[in-house]
């Protein structure tokens, strides 16, 4: 199945965040929940493999916008063959985005490969989560693929590829974590900083924030801890 979604925040008269354009096809709908926020809600069980999805993001200057999930996603492996799943979001911020989404769950014989690119200007602010989970409660884990990739004035800033699971290259038992997250930050610079598996680690007027582990609800506590 294909999904897109498109958002775009511009800042309205007196100051305030207006949502003009708000659209969702395929997997996703979207809802507005708050003066500059929405929910995506998931309208059918997964992604399978083979699924594709798009989000896109626009933050025009002066607005803000917040993203997130009403539940965490399920990928699951396809009925036939061994396709990947793929959700990517597509960023343009000159305002300010915060996108925490909730967790997904690769399943046993699942490849979920999720993206995200975000275009910033001079003086934008992004906030951006991961927080993935491979296998079910007593279930093998499955596969992960994940890409951040962040221009900021025209600048690189980070560009970032991280495999987990069965058949991943740094995938080497029993040094294979099955919980993983991660937060980027930009606009507000920090120094190193370290707690338990947790790493902070700087970037140009920015951070970012990884954790690996066994469980996930101790791995994103580790990221929040250094966030």
């Given amino acids: 199945m294909r999904t897109r979604v498109e958002v775009v925040a511009r800042r309205g ?4 965040t207006v949502l003009p354009v708000v659209r ?24 399978l493999g083979g699924d594709d999805a798009e989000i896109r993001l626009v ?15 399920v990928a699951l492996p396809a009925r036939d063959g061994d396709r990947p799943s793929a959700q990517r979001v597509v960023a343009e911020v000159a305002g300010e985005l915060d996108l925490r989404m909730e967790p997904t769950v690769v399943a046993r014989g699942a ?3 999720a993206g995200l690119t975000a275009t910033l200007t001079a003086g934008a602010v992004l906030t951006a ?12 884990p499955g596969r992960w693929t994940g890409t951040t990739r962040v221009v900021a004035d025209g600048r690189p800033l980070v560009h970032t590829t991280v495999g987990l699971g069965p058949g991943a290259p740094a995938w080497l038992p029993p040094a294979a974590p099955r919980a ?20 902070r680690l700087p970037l140009e007027n920015g951070w970012v924030a990884t954790a ?14 250094v966030a």
Avoid: C
């Fill in 13 to 16: 008269p007196g100051g305030r």
């Fill in 24 to 47: 969702g096809s395929g997997q996703l709908a979207v809802r507005r929940t708050g003066p500059s926020a929405v929910h995506l809600v998931a309208t059918a069980f997964g992604p």
């Fill in 59 to 73: 933050v025009e200057e002066g607005a803000v916008l917040a993203v997130r999930s009403v539940a965490a996603a």
């Fill in 111 to 113: 490849h979920h490969r």
């Fill in 129 to 140: 989560t991961e927080q993935v989970l491979l296998g079910r409660t007593g279930e093998e």
């Fill in 180 to 199: 993983f997250a991660s937060t980027v930050h930009v606009g507000q610079a920090a120094g190193v900083l370290t707690a338990g598996d947790a790493v």
């Fill in 212 to 225: 690996w582990g066994a469980e996930l609800h101790t791995v994103v506590r580790a990221v929040e801890a």
